[in-house]
């Protein structure tokens, strides 16, 4: 369900629907990766390659976080560190936000 959600979302956005929800992304201030806008690498992740997903937390009835880690090149050791947070008992994305960097511990 929750890929899923994140999937349509990215459709959505692609299609061109105004979508309201903060989208954050960054990498090391010398990475390549720093050059590609929030918007373009919320729309390259492939949520359902993701090796690491998980709820962090307990869940409320405001806010849900999820953690999600997804590798985009399996040659190169960086990975996207996502945190997405879902608002009002997972009704409503609030928040995407992802590093581009080495997988922990740095």
Not at 26 to 55: C, H, Q, Y
Not at 78 to 102: A, C, H, S, T
């Amino acid at each position: 369900m929750l890929v899923s959600r994140l999937k349509e979302v990215q459709t959505r956005l692609k299609n061109g629907e105004d979508l309201y929800f903060d989208l954050l992304s960054g990498a090391p201030a010398s990475d390549p990766m720093t050059k590609v806008s929030p918007r373009e690498a919320f729309l390259n992740v492939s949520f359902d390659k993701a090796f690491i997903v998980e709820r962090v937390g307990p869940p409320d009835n405001l806010s849900q976080r999820y953690k999600f880690a997804y590798r985009p090149d399996r040659a190169k050791p960086m990975i996207w560190d996502i945190e997405v947070l879902f608002l009002f008992k997972n009704e409503r994305l609030g928040r995407v936000q992802m590093r581009y960097g080495p997988p922990p511990p740095f």
